[in-house]
Nanobody, 128 residues
Framework: QVQLVESGGGLVQAGGSLRLSCVAS????????MGWFRQAPGKEREFVAA????????GYADSVKGRFTISRDNAKNTVYLQMNSLKPEDTAVYYC?????????????????????WGQGTQVTVSS
C-alpha cells in the first residue's frame, strides 16, 4: 500500500504561483510513476501532469503546458507540481496519484485508470 499526502494548495490571484507537494510512504517510491490530476465542481477528474518512475520523462495536459512543471525528489519520497501563471480555470481539487507497478523505463501515464493510489486532494482556488 502507498499513502499519499498532498499539501501546498490555497487561494491565489490570477497570474500567481503555487507549488504543490505530495509525500509518499509505505512502499518503494523510486521507480514508481506519479501523476497529478484535478477535479473541478461538476466535472470529471482530469489529467494535469505525469512523471516517469525514473524521473526522466514528463507529460502535461495541453491546458497547463508551459505553465506547470512536475518534478520528483526520490530522496524525499516527494513529487512536486510547480504552477505558474495561474488562471481562474485552474481552480480545482488537485490529487496526487501513484501507479501500482514500478517502472524504470521512461514511461509516464496520463490515464487515471493507470493509477492505483490516490491522495486526499488539496484545494487550489484562483481568483480573477
Amino acid at each position: 500500500q502507498v499513502q499519499l499526502v498532498e499539501s501546498g494548495g490555497g487561494l491565489v490571484q490570477a497570474g500567481g504561483s503555487l507549488r504543490l507537494s505530495c509525500v509518499a510512504s509505505g512502499r518503494t517510491f523510486s521507480g514508481r510513476p506519479m501523476g497529478w490530476f484535478r477535479q473541478a465542481p461538476g466535472k470529471e477528474r482530469e489529467f494535469v501532469a505525469a512523471i516517469a518512475g525514473s524521473g526522466g520523462a514528463t507529460g502535461y495536459a495541453d491546458s497547463v503546458k508551459g505553465r506547470f512543471t512536475i518534478s520528483r525528489d526520490n530522496a524525499k519520497n516527494t513529487v512536486y507540481l510547480q504552477m505558474n501563471s495561474l488562471k481562474p480555470e485552474d481552480t480545482a481539487v488537485y490529487y496526487c496519484a501513484a501507479r501500482f507497478a514500478l517502472t524504470y523505463s521512461g514511461s509516464y501515464y496520463t490515464d487515471k485508470n493507470e493509477y492505483a493510489y490516490w491522495g486526499q486532494g488539496t484545494q487550489v482556488t484562483v481568483s480573477s
